[in-house]
Antibody, heavy 122, light 106 residues
């Protein structure tokens, strides 16, 4: 069974850091790009970042550029999101999603995890 | 930045065809994708590359994309289709989602 399991969310103060993880199973992890997509409570979806199959291509939404860093470890079938300088507007459910392509941009998000909640508040 | 615009809500009677639109500048020159999200659940891909259905998605789901508008159609709508639907495309290597459409089956 194809599965993505996120972890690492929690309550954090503004300006602090948090690292999210996503454990993948049931597919050949290094065959596909991976992405982070977030959803603020009661609101819509926002693409956050994507990374190509070999980490050679990376992209970020303007809203997180310079503060968030995406990475992956193909040996561990894992995806990560390092979030620095967190703001209240970063409060959201963060989903890990499998890309349909190898490239960091393009294609569908064909498998989604259940999400991990990040709350930024003092 | 690129924007995709969807109607906030659409209502349909059971058994009828629901149509959800997604507007973006020259969207027809890009691939459009559609996701279904039911309350408390993660999104599910229902249409990719404008018209293609992933395995396991019922045939009543179909898509089209031309000009500035992509459309998701659900024929013979069932109560189980009640959900939020999001369109998505790529622009300058950035993923863009529409604001979402709440489909009500009544």
């Amino acid at each position: 069974e194809v599965q993505l399991v996120e972890s690492g969310g929690g309550l954090v103060q503004p300006g602090r850091s948090l690292r999210l993880s996503c454990a993948a199973s049931g597919f050949t992890f290094d065959d596909n790009a991976m992405h982070w997509v977030r959803q603020p409570p009661g609101k819509g979806l926002e693409w956050v970042s994507g990374i190509s199959w070999n980490s050679g291509g990376i992209g970020y939404a303007d809203s997180v550029k310079g503060r968030f860093t995406i990475s992956r470890d193909n040996a561990k079938n894992s995806l990560y999101l390092q979030m620095n300088g967190l703001r209240a507007e970063d409060t959201a459910l963060y989903y890990c999603a499998k890309g349909a392509l190898r490239a960091a941009a393009g294609g569908a998000f064909d498998i989604w995890g259940q999400g991990t909640m990040v709350t930024v508040s003092s | 930045s690129y924007e995709l615009t969807q109607p906030p809500s659409v209502s349909v009677s059971p058994g009828q065809t629901a149509t959800i639109t997604c507007f973006g500048d020259k969207l027809g020159d890009k691939y459009a994708y559609w996701y279904q999200q039911k309350p408390g659940q993660s999104p599910v891909l229902v249409i990719y590359q404008n018209t293609e259905r992933p395995s396991g998605i019922p045939e009543r789901f179909s898509g089209s994309n031309s000009g500035n508008t992509a459309t998701l159609a659900i024929s013979g709508t069932q109560a189980m289709d009640e959900a939020d639907y999001y369109c998505q495309a790529w622009d300058s290597s950035t993923g863009v989602f529409g604001g979402g459409t709440k489909l009500t089956v009544l």
